[in-house]
């Protein structure tokens, strides 16, 4: 049993399509972060770029996040 009293936590957190992002990586990249290589897709805008490290990815995602955001406001 769930305790009502209990914070909520990311785990629980829908999976929402405005959240959902496809990662392809290039054959053979290396899988470290400053190293790692490929192309990240936005779902549900289709918004696309090519990164060569997961700082890349991670400021796409948020950039996105932001304006998807800003945009349903």
């Not at 785990?11 to 290039?26: C, I, K, T």
């Not at 054959?27 to 779902?43: N, Q, S, Y």
Request: proline letters at 5%.
């Amino acid at each position: 049993m769930k305790d009502t009293m209990t914070p909520f936590s990311i785990g629980d957190a829908p999976l929402s399509p405005h959240w959902a992002f496809v990662v392809q990586l290039r054959e053979g990249t290396l899988l470290t972060p400053d190293a790692v290589h490929g192309r990240v897709e936005h779902i549900v805008s289709g918004q696309a770029t090519l990164f060569s490290s997961l700082e890349e990815v991670r400021v796409f995602m948020e950039r996105v996040l932001t304006q998807t955001e800003n945009n349903e406001s």
